[in-house]
């Protein structure tokens, strides 16, 4: 058994690492874990990258540790309750608005990290389809058909 990274008995795939070494020449932060790779992007978002069966590359945007949708949630559960809190021990006063106001910015940072993390995933799979592409060939292709290509499922 290998060990890369760490991690001990998970390859990457060497699609994937002609497609780090192709990131990296682009000035992209990427890290490889195990079997897959991220793309790290600014404001704790990241886009990981595998190759799933039949040759697809899986694109999975990351909120930090979360996956998007996730962090999305989080973000929205923690701000509906702090502002909640607020009002039941302080009443509709300044503190309240600015709970409120801080939860507003706080989905709004979120927003932006959408709109970061699709952007990413467009880039990847530009970048993917381009001639000399890093993306693998679909097993038995032979007439250098591409592998389809899909953002990941937590959209």
Same mark, same amino acid.
């Not at 978002?45 to 996956?67: A, C, D, M, N």
């Given at each position: ?25 682009? /000035?992209?932060? #990427? &890290? ?5 790779? $991220? ?5 704790? +978002? ?12 899986? =694109? ?12 999305? =949630? ?6 509906? !309750?702090?502002? !909640? @809190?607020? @009002?039941?021990?302080?009443? =509709?006063?300044?503190?309240? !608005? #600015?709970?409120?106001?801080? /939860? &507003? *910015? @706080?989905?709004?940072?979120? @927003? $932006?990290?959408? &709109?970061? %993390? ?14 000399? %592409? *890093? ?17 990941? +499922?937590?959209?």
């Amino acid at each position: 058994m290998s060990s890369q990274n760490g991690i001990v008995g998970q390859r990457l795939d060497p699609a994937l690492v002609t497609m780090q070494g192709r990131l990296e020449q682009l /000035g992209y932060t #990427v &890290v490889s874990h195990g079997d897959h790779l $991220c793309v790290r992007l600014p404001l704790l +978002t990241s886009v990981r990258i595998r190759i799933k069966e039949g040759g697809r590359l899986h =694109l999975v945007p990351q909120f930090g540790p979360f996956r998007r949708s996730n962090g999305l =949630l989080a973000t929205s559960g923690v701000a509906t !309750a702090a502002v !909640a @809190a607020s @009002a039941l021990v302080a009443g =509709l006063g300044p503190l309240t !608005a #600015v709970v409120a106001f801080l /939860g &507003v *910015v @706080a989905l709004a940072h979120d @927003a $932006c990290r959408f &709109v970061i %993390s699709e952007g990413a995933i467009t880039r990847l799979q530009l970048l993917s389809t381009e001639p000399g %592409s *890093v993306a693998p060939q679909l097993p038995g292709g032979g007439g250098g058909s591409r592998a389809s290509l899909r953002a990941g +499922t937590d959209l």
